[in-house]
């Protein structure tokens, strides 16, 4: 027999291998492909969260601001001067006549004693004036008298002649009856004439010294005017309280109108607060306010919105209906929380950093029983200071972040460790 010889087998395990390794590559890279990327990991010590609830919501708006008086007496200058003395440092409490300062100033002296030396003039040319009237009045009162009793014995004279004629026309010529009756008419005419001259003579006696008392009455408002110049400056404080503040100093010359002082009453206090204008437009008269002192919280009501803004703020007033605590001044730094109005039966969670009101926005809600949250749309509806109203997207009992989560906006999904 010839033996034959035969081909080597050939070894088909290191393809079985490779083949096998190529395909479990391509169903790792394929699995690995179908894989969402890993969460990241946010630290849970810088995270602020806060459960959903439903109830009542209180929408409030909270500002800053300082007490102020509620009465403030600002005190001008009535006239210009120079600052003699100062009498009361700011602190001290004063009473309505305490002198707060002294003034000079010799021209308002000197217009003080021109107008009394007017005054006196007009009263001496008042005097002057009725003698003189009342002695021509007096004359003419002889002028009348005078012609009545010419008139009577022109009267008495024609009679008689009258007489004489109806005994005997002889003994009487008839030109000097005529002339007799002629001269008694006549007086009776003159004697009403003057008679009527009297009465307007003695009623232009009144209106002559109306007219100069008048002048008189005028001259006096002036010398009184002046004499308050002179009085004022002797600056008083016009009001019992607390001298707050003297903006002058000795030696300086002041113009009227100057504020000199200022002088409250410090056991009347309000709280002026700075609202900013964003929310300020819910603020109006009325509404209850809880105002912080630091030391103790007084309950308060509005009482005046400033209609114009100034800064970006709202200035809203507002009066204390409680004792205020020791030590409670003026300028005294306050914060002041305003309760705009309730809201009943809505869902409402903590105010995140981020978000307006009546908003859509992104927060990360956490999954139950996980360590993982996940992005959800939310809208809010109305928003206080500390809480916001949830219109959409949360129930009640999630657990959501509001704290800023901006550097993770990327992700729909975050791991908390």
Not at 89 to 108: D, K
Not at 305 to 313: E, N
Request: net charge neutral.
């Amino acid at each position: 027999m010839v033996d034959i010889p035969r081909e080597p087998r050939r070894k088909r395990r290191p393809y079985v291998y490779g083949g096998a390794v190529v395909a479990v590559v391509v169903v790792a890279t394929w699995a690995l492909g179908r894989l969402e990327p890993a969460a990241p990991s946010v630290d849970r010590g810088i995270t602020y969260m806060d459960t959903v609830r439903r109830g009542t919501m209180v929408r409030e708006v909270r500002a800053m601001g300082t007490l102020v008086p509620e009465q403030i007496r600002w005190v001008p200058a009535v006239t210009a001067g120079r600052v003699e003395r100062k009498l009361v440092q700011p602190g001290a409490r004063v009473e309505a006549r305490t002198v707060l300062l002294e003034l000079s100033n010799p021209e308002v002296q000197l217009e003080l004693l021109e107008a009394e030396r007017q005054l006196s003039s007009a009263q001496a040319q008042l005097v002057n004036l009725r003698t003189t009237l009342e002695t021509q009045r007096l004359n003419q009162a002889g002028v009348v008298a005078t012609v009545r009793a010419e008139h009577l014995d022109a009267q008495r004279n024609a009679e008689a002649a009258d007489e004489l004629v109806r005994r005997d026309s002889a003994l009487l010529p008839r030109v000097e009856l005529l002339r007799l009756r002629d001269r008694a008419e006549e007086l009776v005419t003159r004697l009403r004439i003057e008679q009527e001259r009297l009465q307007i003579f003695a009623g232009a006696i009144d209106s002559q010294l109306a007219v100069q008392r008048g002048q008189i009455e005028r001259l006096t408002d002036i010398v009184a005017f002046h004499r308050r110049r002179v009085a004022s400056m002797r600056v008083l404080a016009g009001t019992d309280g607390v001298l707050q503040d003297m903006e002058v100093e000795e030696g300086q010359w002041v113009l009227p109108g100057f504020t000199l002082a200022r002088v409250v009453k410090p056991e009347r206090l309000m709280a002026e607060l700075q609202v900013p204008q964003v929310q300020a437009r819910d603020v109006v008269i009325g509404q209850s306010v809880l105002v912080d002192t630091r030391r103790d919280t007084i309950p308060g009501r509005v009482i005046r919105v400033d209609p114009a803004v100034q800064g970006g703020y709202v200035v809203v007033d507002v009066g204390l209906e409680a004792e205020l605590p020791p030590g409670a001044r003026p300028d005294l730094a306050v914060e002041g929380t305003i309760e705009i109005e309730r809201l009943d039966d809505v869902l409402y969670v903590g105010r995140p950093t981020f978000g307006q009101p009546h908003s859509m926005v992104g927060m990360f809600r956490m999954i139950p029983g996980s360590n993982h949250a996940e992005r959800v749309s939310v809208r809010i509806g109305s928003s206080s200071v500390s809480t916001v109203q949830i219109v959409a997207g949360l129930a009640v009992g999630d657990v959501v972040i509001l704290s800023d989560m901006s550097q993770w906006d990327e992700y729909d999904r975050v791991r908390i460790r």
